[in-house]
């Protein structure tokens, strides 16, 4: 008896065995495959529905009877200079942005910093109920758009909670990849860049209007395990504001990423992802420490 | 990247892509498998299961398989061992009913033939053995991985895993 010997002893596997087994592994691997594929096929449908409806929506008037002067001139002359894009080429003008103005500097720092803290929008859940369609006609332009994203909110959500929590899994993951040039600029670990900027603006507000819906039924009596917090249904109104303040900051950073003022850009992107910290210290175990990785 | 992987012989390494092709994973470690189990395991049809068993577990959590930390062997050794241990401590438990037919009754000529066998033979030799020196057998002849590998996934050092080897097969030379 030697190495060879023992060597020798050594025999290939039942080819039925082998074949079997193949087949058994592949089979698992493919449901897997399908089930992910399943999501996130449902995921692209709704971001393009949701994109096409809210590409559709009137142009939002750049003049409203509340705000304050100079954001109505600094809008105006961005929704009349370079009309709101609704065609998803438009999405990526070819041609770097024209530099901003003054007044619209101005405005668009006054939306991000002061605009909020002097309105106080009040956000209820009755006041949701209006669409954009039949919103009040003195309501801010921006509001309605808000509104309607938030209005998602009153569409229900279906499946199991199990079903909702796996699926909210994989939206967490796009808004992530969506968010990672964003991160990368305000980290530093890539240039501000305007483009990337207005196209991540664009997805996360398609992607917002699914947010409330995957939050809709209350899931605490089912047991599935999710790092949500009880407080996303107990204090329905105060998590209702925080997806509003997010959507104003989406929309903010997208107002903010034409202006070509790389400071102000970056500012806008900090309060997105303040935004999102907010919403996670307190509605997510955890809070905003595990900043970065999706939660269901 | 690459990660460190063991040839089909078993004693040499190569670099393989960092984006493991699993339908050529399966076909390289299908055999060192499935081996691993007939020399620690001896049962041919238990070898099938143990076999089927672990590359399930492996499947099922190759996305969380460290591809930086260990090679895809010692990885999938260290469940095969885990695999070989559970099984073996519930056979102790729970002998199959066959045992008893095998005391009971006598053997039939294809049992005399498969008892006769050299791996039958073998697995009548091993069973004298210590744990240890029957998994370091199983892992070097069984699964035809070298001495390096052998010590990743059983924490022992190269060195000793030769001696242990060695001693090991003089003993079953003498018994043979």
Redesign the interface.
Known sequence: ???DF??R??????PH??ET??A??DR??KRTVRAWHFGLIALLFGTAFAMMTYWKQPVPAPTSTNAPAPIQRGLARVFADKPVPRTEPALLPAAPPAPASEDLKTAVRALLEEERAKRQLPVTLSSLSETPATASADSDADDSQTAFIVSGALSGGYGTPAYTVETRLAYFTVMEWITKPLQDMVTQRAPMDAKKAQTAATRLMALMTMMPELFEKDERASGVQTRTRSAVWEQRASFVHEIFEFSRSVQALSVAARSNDEPLLKQATTRVFKGCSSCHDKFREGGSRNAGAAAP | MTVEETTPDGLATRAVPRELDWTSVYRDQLPRLYNYFRFRIGRDADVEDLTAHTFEKAWKARDRYKRDLSGFSTWLFSIAQNVAIDYLRASRRHLPLEAAGDVATASTPEDDASKHSDIARLAQLTAHLSDRAQELIALKYGAALNNRMIARITGLSESNVGTVLQRTVDKLRSQW
């Open positions: 008896m030697n190495d023992l060597y002893l050594r025999t290939e596997p039942p065995f082998a087994l193949k058994r592994l698992g691997t």
